[in-house]
């Protein structure tokens, strides 16, 4: 069975898990078919295999993976911290941060850690 993990992932949280990951190259399990692995200065998680999103030592890397489903919407959310909001407005994805202002969210889109 998967450890599902539920918290915001910071890239010192990454460094912990992947301590406990028995092997490396094929990720440590963090969720129904989603992975976290390491590449060389920053982690980065898959969902399907589409990476959905890049955890940098002070920023994070959003992607919708090629889906903008209500699963890639759902772990963006369970893994950014509690103030970045991914949401849904008449189809469209924003992302609304501690400010309450909502921009138009685009794959690739750099958040950086402090607001």
Not at 21 to 47: A, F, Q
Not at 107 to 114: D, E, F, K, N
Request: net charge positive; with cysteine; charged share 25%.
């Amino acid at each position: 069975m998967t450890n599902t993990v539920r918290f915001p992932l910071y890239y010192n949280t990454c460094k912990d898990l992947m301590h406990s990951c028995r092997d490396p190259s094929v990720g440590k399990p963090i969720g129904n078919n989603t992975r976290l692995y390491h590449d060389d200065d920053h982690y980065y998680v898959e969902l399907h295999g589409n990476r959905i999103m890049e955890i940098h030592p002070r920023c994070w890397v959003l992607y919708d993976g090629g889906w903008q489903s209500v699963t890639t919407k759902m772990r963006l959310n369970r893994y950014t911290p509690y103030s970045i909001v991914v949401r849904q407005i008449q189809g469209g994805w924003y992302i609304r941060r501690h400010d309450n202002k909502d921009k138009e969210f685009f794959s690739g889109m750099t958040i950086p850690c402090c607001p």
